[in-house]
C-alpha cells in the first residue's frame, strides 16, 4: 500500500510516501518550500517588473504570499482574482476588495490574456508526482492525506479566534481523540473552507483525508517510542504562527490551548503549560492574551511530569526546566505531521488499516529493545 502524505505548513510542505513494504524509517520523505512562499516568490517577481497579475485556482493558506500580495498592491499595481482566489485573504472577500483586489469570474480572468496569471492552491499534485519520479520512486498512490491550518470560514460579527477554538473544543469533547480532527473527502465540514479546496484540487479518482496539521503534528509526535510509553504527558506542536498543546492521557485529550506563537516567550510558553497541565489554565487568560482559547476536562490537577516538544518553533524551549523532550517519529522531527496523518488514517479511512497497521506494528519496539538493555 503507498500513500502520500502532505502536510502543508507556513514555510515547508513536508511530504511522506508511505509504503506498507517499507520500514517507517526507508520511506520517501522530502521537505519543500510550502505552497504559500512559492507564490510569494512570483508575486515578488511580478512585482519588481511592474506586471499586474491575475490569481485563480483555490482558497490557500494566508502567509508570505497575502504579504507579498499587499506590497503588490501598496506598489500600486494592478491584482485581479476569482472569488475561490480573493477568499485566501483570510476568507473575506470584503477584504480583499477593501485592500484593492478587482474580483473577476473565472470567465473573465480567461479573457485577460495579457496579465500573468499565478495559481492558488495548498496542492500541487503535478510537481510532488515529477518530484518522486526524478527520485525514482512510485508515483501512483492507494490514498492521499494532506493537513493544512483551517481558520474556517467565520460568521459574519463573529471573531475568527473564538470560532477556530469552539471547532477544536467540538473535536476533542466527541471522542477525545486527536483523530477527530481528521476527515474522509466526503465529510469535510462545510466551514472547513480550506480543506474543501484541497478536496476540490486532489485527483478524484484518489481516496483522500484531511486533517489539522497541529494536531497532526501531534498525534505524529506519540509515534516516537519514548513518548507513546509516557502514560501522562504534555504535548506541544511550536509552530510558526501558532502554537497548540494538548494535556494527554494516554491518547486521551485532557486539556488543550492554542496560542499566535510571535505573542510567546519562552517564559510565557512554560506558564501555560504548567497552566495546562494543572488544570488551572482558563480560556480567558489565552483569549484575553490575544491567543484563540484554553478548554480542560474535569481531572486531578498535576505537574508537567513529561513535555514532549514538535514544530518549526521548537527551539524556543531548548533549556526550559520543563526539560522538554523533542520528538523525532521514525527519526525524523520533520515528518511528525506526515506521520500523525498516517495514523489518523486508521481511526478514519477503514480501506486502509490493515495496510497501515501491519506496517508500524512490524516496526514498533519499546524504547529498551531500540537502546539495548542496561
Same mark, same amino acid.
Not at 180 to 200: D, G, H, S
Given at each position: 500500500?503507498?500513500?502520500?502524505a502532505?502536510?502543508?505548513g507556513?514555510? /515547508?510542505?513536508?511530504?511522506?510516501?508511505?509504503?506498507?513494504?517499507?520500514?517507517?524509517?526507508?520511506? #520517501?520523505?522530502?521537505?519543500?518550500?510550502?505552497?504559500?512562499?512559492?507564490l510569494?516568490?512570483?508575486i515578488?517577481r511580478? /512585482?519588481?517588473?511592474?506586471?499586474?497579475?491575475?490569481?485563480v485556482?483555490? /482558497?490557500m =493558506?494566508?502567509?508570505?504570499?497575502c504579504?507579498a500580495?499587499?506590497?503588490?498592491?501598496?506598489a500600486?499595481?494592478?491584482?485581479?482574482?476569482?472569488? @475561490?482566489s480573493?477568499?485566501?485573504? !483570510?476568507?473575506?472577500l470584503? %477584504?480583499?476588495?477593501?485592500?484593492?483586489?478587482? #474580483?473577476?469570474?473565472?470567465?473573465?480572468a480567461k479573457?485577460?490574456?495579457?496579465?500573468?496569471?499565478?495559481?492558488?492552491?495548498?496542492?500541487?499534485?503535478?510537481?510532488?508526482?515529477?518530484?518522486?519520479?526524478?527520485l =525514482?520512486?512510485?508515483?501512483?498512490?492507494?490514498?492521499?492525506?494532506?493537513?493544512?491550518?483551517?481558520?474556517? %470560514?467565520?460568521?459574519?460579527? @463573529?471573531?475568527?479566534?473564538?470560532?477556530?477554538?469552539?471547532?477544536?473544543?467540538? =473535536?476533542?469533547?466527541?471522542?477525545g481523540?486527536?483523530?477527530?480532527?481528521?476527515?474522509p473527502?466526503?465529510?469535510?465540514? *462545510?466551514?472547513?473552507?480550506?480543506? #474543501?479546496?484541497?478536496?476540490?484540487?486532489?485527483?478524484?479518482?484518489l481516496?483522500?483525508?484531511v486533517?489539522?496539521?497541529?494536531?497532526?503534528?501531534?498525534?505524529?509526535?506519540?509515534?516516537?517510542?519514548?513518548?507513546?510509553?509516557?502514560?501522562?504527558?504534555?504535548?506541544?506542536n511550536v509552530g510558526n504562527?501558532h502554537t #497548540?498543546?494538548?494535556d494527554?492521557?494516554?491518547?486521551?485529550?485532557? !486539556?488543550l490551548?492554542?496560542?499566535?506563537? @510571535?505573542?510567546?516567550?519562552?517564559?510565557?510558553l512554560?506558564?501555560?503549560?504548567? %497552566?495546562?497541565?494543572?488544570?488551572?489554565?482558563?480560556?480567558?487568560?489565552?483569549?484575553?492574551?490575544?491567543?484563540?482559547?484554553?478548554?480542560?476536562?474535569?481531572?486531578?490537577?498535576?505537574?508537567?511530569e513529561?513535555?514532549?516538544?514538535t514544530?518549526?518553533q521548537?527551539?524556543?524551549?531548548r533549556?526550559?526546566?520543563l526539560? *522538554?523532550?523533542?520528538?523525532?517519529?521514525?527519526g525524523?522531527?520533520?515528518?511528525?505531521g506526515?506521520?500523525?496523518?498516517i495514523?489518523a488514517?486508521?481511526?478514519?479511512?477503514?480501506?486502509?488499516?490493515?495496510?497501515?497497521?501491519?506496517?508500524?506494528d512490524?516496526?514498533?519496539?519499546?524504547?529498551?529493545?531500540?537502546?539495548?538493555?542496561?
Amino acid at each position: 500500500m503507498h500513500i502520500l502524505a502532505v502536510d502543508v505548513g507556513g514555510s /515547508t510542505q513536508d511530504i511522506l510516501l508511505f509504503d506498507s513494504a517499507r520500514a517507517p524509517e526507508d520511506c #520517501l520523505r522530502m521537505v519543500m518550500l510550502a505552497p504559500t512562499v512559492l507564490l510569494a516568490r512570483e508575486i515578488q517577481r511580478a /512585482t519588481q517588473r511592474g506586471e499586474a497579475i491575475c490569481l485563480v485556482g483555490e /482558497t490557500m =493558506g494566508e502567509g508570505p504570499c497575502c504579504k507579498a500580495l499587499e506590497d503588490h498592491l501598496a506598489a500600486g499595481l494592478t491584482v485581479y482574482a476569482t472569488p @475561490e482566489s480573493a477568499r485566501t485573504l !483570510g476568507d473575506d472577500l470584503g %477584504r480583499a476588495q477593501s485592500l484593492g483586489v478587482r #474580483l473577476v469570474s473565472d470567465d473573465e480572468a480567461k479573457q485577460l490574456v495579457h496579465i500573468r496569471q499565478l495559481r492558488t492552491g495548498d496542492l500541487d499534485m503535478i510537481n510532488i508526482r515529477s518530484a518522486l519520479r526524478a527520485l =525514482g520512486d512510485q508515483d501512483q498512490f492507494d490514498g492521499l492525506a494532506v493537513a493544512v491550518f483551517d481558520h474556517g %470560514r467565520v460568521p459574519r460579527g @463573529e471573531n475568527d479566534r473564538r470560532f477556530r477554538f469552539r471547532y477544536l473544543v467540538q =473535536g476533542v469533547q466527541g471522542s477525545g481523540q486527536l483523530s477527530a480532527f481528521a476527515y474522509p473527502a466526503n465529510q469535510i465540514p *462545510p466551514e472547513q473552507t480550506r480543506m #474543501l479546496a484541497v478536496a476540490k484540487i486532489a485527483p478524484p479518482d484518489l481516496p483522500l483525508m484531511v486533517m489539522d496539521t497541529a494536531a497532526a503534528a501531534v498525534l505524529g509526535a506519540l509515534e516516537d517510542p519514548v513518548v507513546h510509553e509516557m502514560h501522562h504527558k504534555v504535548v506541544a506542536n511550536v509552530g510558526n504562527y501558532h502554537t #497548540l498543546a494538548f494535556d494527554l492521557q494516554e491518547r486521551e485529550v485532557l !486539556g488543550l490551548f492554542e496560542h499566535h506563537t @510571535e505573542l510567546l516567550s519562552p517564559f510565557k510558553l512554560e506558564t501555560l503549560l504548567r %497552566r495546562l497541565a494543572a488544570a488551572a489554565l482558563t480560556d480567558a487568560e489565552v483569549f484575553d492574551d490575544h491567543g484563540h482559547g484554553a478548554w480542560i476536562r474535569e481531572h486531578p490537577s498535576a505537574p508537567v511530569e513529561f513535555l514532549a516538544v514538535t514544530g518549526p518553533q521548537r527551539a524556543m524551549l531548548r533549556g526550559s526546566i520543563l526539560k *522538554p523532550y523533542f520528538a523525532v517519529p521514525y527519526g525524523d522531527a520533520m515528518m511528525a505531521g506526515c506521520w500523525g496523518l498516517i495514523r489518523a488514517a486508521v481511526a478514519v479511512m477503514p480501506e486502509w488499516v490493515d495496510g497501515i497497521l501491519d506496517a508500524l506494528d512490524a516496526a514498533a519496539e519499546p524504547p529498551s529493545a531500540l537502546w539495548g538493555e542496561g
